[in-house]
C-alpha cells in the first residue's frame, strides 16, 4: 500500500466562473499562464473532453524542454477539472474546482501523488510553483479583460 501526498492550493479571483474556466479551457490563454515563473509553454495537443490527451511542452528559462502528458478525466464546464499527469517526472492526479465566492471564483487545486521520496522531496517547490501558475493566470485575466 502506498500512501498519498496532497497539495492543496486556493486563490479567490475577481471573475466568474466561466471566465476562470475559460483560461484553461481556451489553450491560446492556457499556453500563457500555465507553469511555474520564467516558463514559456507551447501546447501540442488539447483535447478537451473526458478522455482526451493534453501534451504540453514547458520550457525553462535554461532552455531545458519538459514534455508533458496528461489525460482528462472529467470535465463540467465552468466547475470542475480533473485530469491523470502521466509523466515526465511524476504521476499525479489534478482535481481543479472552480467556487463562486462573492463577486469573484476560488479556484481550488488538489494534487495527489504517491508518497515517494522523490516526491515528497518536491511538495514545497510544488506548492510553491503553484501559487506562481496563479500569478501567471492573474495576469492572463487582467490582459484579457477586455475579451469577456
Given at each position: 500500500?502506498?500512501?498519498?501526498?496532497?497539495?492543496?492550493?486556493?486563490?479567490?479571483?475577481?471573475?466568474?466562473?466561466?471566465?476562470?474556466?475559460?483560461?484553461?479551457?481556451?489553450?491560446?490563454?492556457?499556453?500563457?499562464?500555465?507553469?511555474p515563473?520564467?516558463?514559456?509553454?507551447?501546447?501540442?495537443?488539447?483535447?478537451?473532453?473526458?478522455?482526451?490527451?493534453?501534451?504540453?511542452?514547458?520550457?525553462?528559462?535554461?532552455?531545458?524542454?519538459?514534455?508533458?502528458?496528461?489525460?482528462?478525466?472529467?470535465?463540467?464546464?465552468?466547475?470542475?477539472?480533473?485530469?491523470?499527469?502521466?509523466?515526465?517526472?511524476?504521476?499525479?492526479t489534478?482535481d481543479?474546482?472552480f467556487l463562486?465566492?462573492?463577486?469573484?471564483?476560488?479556484?481550488?487545486?488538489?494534487?495527489?501523488?504517491?508518497?515517494?521520496?522523490?516526491?515528497?522531496?518536491?511538495?514545497?517547490?510544488?506548492?510553491?510553483?503553484n501559487?506562481?501558475?496563479f500569478?501567471?493566470?492573474?495576469?492572463?485575466?487582467?490582459?484579457?479583460?477586455?475579451d469577456?
Amino acid at each position: 500500500m502506498t500512501e498519498k501526498m496532497e497539495i492543496l492550493n486556493n486563490r479567490l479571483f475577481s471573475v466568474d466562473p466561466s471566465t476562470l474556466f475559460n483560461a484553461f479551457a481556451d489553450p491560446e490563454k492556457l499556453k500563457h499562464w500555465w507553469g511555474p515563473h520564467d516558463f514559456t509553454n507551447r501546447i501540442d495537443e488539447f483535447d478537451f473532453r473526458e478522455g482526451g490527451n493534453w501534451r504540453i511542452t514547458m520550457t525553462a528559462s535554461n532552455g531545458t524542454d519538459f514534455d508533458n502528458h496528461s489525460t482528462f478525466r472529467e470535465i463540467v464546464p465552468a466547475r470542475r477539472i480533473a485530469f491523470l499527469h502521466h509523466e515526465p517526472m511524476h504521476v499525479y492526479t489534478m482535481d481543479m474546482t472552480f467556487l463562486p465566492e462573492g463577486d469573484g471564483t476560488r479556484l481550488q487545486w488538489r494534487m495527489l501523488f504517491d508518497a515517494t521520496e522523490e516526491n515528497l522531496a518536491l511538495e514545497t517547490y510544488i506548492a510553491a510553483a503553484n501559487e506562481q501558475n496563479f500569478d501567471r493566470l492573474e495576469t492572463v485575466l487582467e490582459q484579457t479583460a477586455g475579451d469577456r
